[in-house]
């Protein structure tokens, strides 16, 4: 029986990869984000009969699926970015959660039977987070002004904590029936917020000087998939925020790449990466079109086109809920800014802010944080309402990822907004400074060199002032390349992609260039290292 129900998982598993897989490049071919394709997908495949039931279980999304997810969006975020837009980030990882809690609280009381005002509360919680895969997957393919994505990506690598923060103590309000004090809900905020970057940062630093010790790309990485559950895990263990602590961990350890990783972890880990997270966020998107019939099976009064008409309802007040609060946001954001932090930024139009406003699309946490919610209170009684809020809360996601998911595009289109993918300015700089610094290195080397070795210094000389050339629009480098001593020139290359990594990684400390521009540049050089490497081998 025990190895009957083995493969029946691995069945289960094996046809859900192969749904993911098929769905997604449907999805590739019809141009539209693939978590909107695998949430329908899933949602009509769980209305055939005979289809196999699967629930979602809240402790595998919080404990497996969600800290790679959330390690991976981390570490590959521009902490320089990050930091110059911290003012909005907070504001809508803060305001906003705090803003729809009181909101939905609020009109819970007036829309939906047999609320209170503490199960609205519940419930705006569980809401309160966003999921901004579909969004920023629409917003780099239109070619979105940076400065909007680089928002909604700090935005959703916050507010889960906040989120489920606030879910925490909205939940102690309706099991006990007891309000936490202010002296008590401000200091528990600290100790979560304060303690959780504490406790990851002291995670990415351990990692960090393991990873020094070791020039092993198998280990490297294998030490990389770790370092979430690490983080998540301490951070559990002493009752901080897992997903605080895995976000600074990720951050810690994304901006400290560059110096601990070696050649083959950084290109081969890339690749692994990004596999793992498109399978967990494959899956976990699939899952959720899978839940109606569990969702359903919760709720047993109320008839369904009553329950279709709540979950509109509800979630129009949770869409319209962000947008009456992104404007005023974007507004104070832009005045402390100017005022406090003194950042030469241009007042956000109205267009960018409704943009903003009109991707606060939900995702599995807002769902895995409603299945998580308690059978029973206190007192023994059933939790008030709990079928009916995991009902609101399925629709709430669906409606926001298919209904904003597939009219994004035309919006932004539409309001101007799309780009055309414009060069980076930061690139093109970091690119001549590397030249730059290449020949200045060649040219002194030269000069020490034997006689023999001259011309390929002088044909290096012209590659890079070519290269240089180019990028400052003048074409009138030599063409050519004439290798005398392949060996030598080996060598020499090898000292100039040093030369031109520490370039870029100075610039990348100055604030010059971010961690994303630092990060394409890095693999370029790690490519040209890599085929050097096996051409020394054969």
């Known amino acids: 029986m025990h190895a009957a129900g083995i493969h029946s998982v691995e069945l289960v598993v094996l046809v859900s990869l192969v749904l993911v897989v098929a769905l997604a490049a449907l999805a590739n071919k019809l141009q539209v984000p693939y978590p909107i394709v695998l949430v329908v997908g899933g949602l009509v495949l769980s209305l055939f009969p005979h289809t196999p039931r699967i629930e979602l279980n809240p402790e595998v999304v919080f404990l497996v699926i969600l800290p790679p997810l959330l390690f991976s969006a981390a570490f590959a975020t521009s902490w320089r970015d990050f930091r110059y837009n911290l003012v909005s980030i907070i504001m809508l990882a803060f305001g906003l959660v705090g803003f729809t809690v009181f909101g939905v609280g609020a009109a819970a009381r007036w829309i939906l039977p047999h609320f209170d005002w503490r199960m609205g509360l519940v419930l705006g919680a569980v809401v309160s987070t966003t999921d901004a895969i ?28 906040t989120g489920l923060l606030a879910l925490e103590f909205t939940i102690a309000l309706v099991v006990t029936g007891q309000t936490a ?65 895995t976000v600074a961990c990720g951050l810690y350890l994304g901006h400290k790449s560059s110096l601990f990783l070696s050649t083959g972890a950084r290109l081969t880990g ?32 109320h008839h369904l086109p009553e329950l279709i008409l709540l979950g509109l309802l509800f979630s129009g007040v949770v869409i319209l809920l962000r947008m009456i609060w992104t404007f005023p946001g974007a507004i104070f954001s832009y005045f402390v800014r100017q005022r406090f932090f003194h950042q030469n930024e241009t007042r956000p139009s109205s267009r960018a802010i409704f943009i903003v406003g009109w991707t606060g699309m939900r995702g599995v946490v807002a769902l895995a944080a409603a299945i998580s919610l308690p059978r029973v209170l206190q007192n023994g009684s059933a939790f008030p309402e709990r079928g009916v809020i995991v009902f609101l809360t399925f629709c709430v996601i669906f409606v926001t990822l298919v209904l904003q998911g597939l009219t994004l595009p035309p919006l932004i289109r539409a309001l101007g907004l799309a780009g055309g993918h414009e060069s ?45 050339n180019a990028l400052e629009g003048n074409d009138s480098a030599e063409p050519g390349f004439r290798s005398q001593d392949y060996q030598r020139w080996r060598e020499v290359l090898q000292h100039v992609r040093a030369i031109q990594r520490a370039t870029a990684l100075n610039l990348r400390n100055e604030n010059r260039i971010n961690d994303e521009v630092m990060r394409k540049l890095e693999r370029e050089i790690d490519l040209v290292e890599a085929r050097f490497i096996i051409a020394g081998r054969a």
């Open 134 to 161: 579909a969004a920023t997957s629409i917003a780099h393919r239109l070619g979105l002004p940076k400065r909007i994505v680089d928002v909604l990506e700090g935005e959703s690598l916050v507010n889960d904590a």
């Open 181 to 245: 004090g202010v002296a008590e809900g401000i200091g528990r905020l600290l100790y979560l917020v304060f303690g959780s970057i504490a406790i990851g940062l002291i995670v990415g630093r351990l990692i960090h000087f393991l990873e020094l010790k070791i020039v092993n790309a198998p280990i490297e990485i294998t030490m990389s998939l770790i370092a979430p559950y690490f983080a998540y895990l301490v951070a559990e263990s002493a009752r901080a925020s897992g997903v605080m602590a």
């Open 270 to 301: 890339q690749a692994v990466w990004d596999t793992l997270t498109f399978i967990l966020n494959g899956f976990v998107f699939l899952l959720i079109g899978f839940q109606l019939p569990y969702v359903l099976s919760t709720i047993h009064t």
């Open 424 to 468: 980076n300015t930061e690139e093109e700089e970091a690119r001549r400074e590397m030249d730059k610094a290449a020949l200045v290195y060649l040219e002194h080397s030269r000069e020490d060199s034997p006689e023999e070795f001259v011309p390929i210094y002088d044909e290096l000389i012209r590659q890079h002032q070519r290269r240089l």
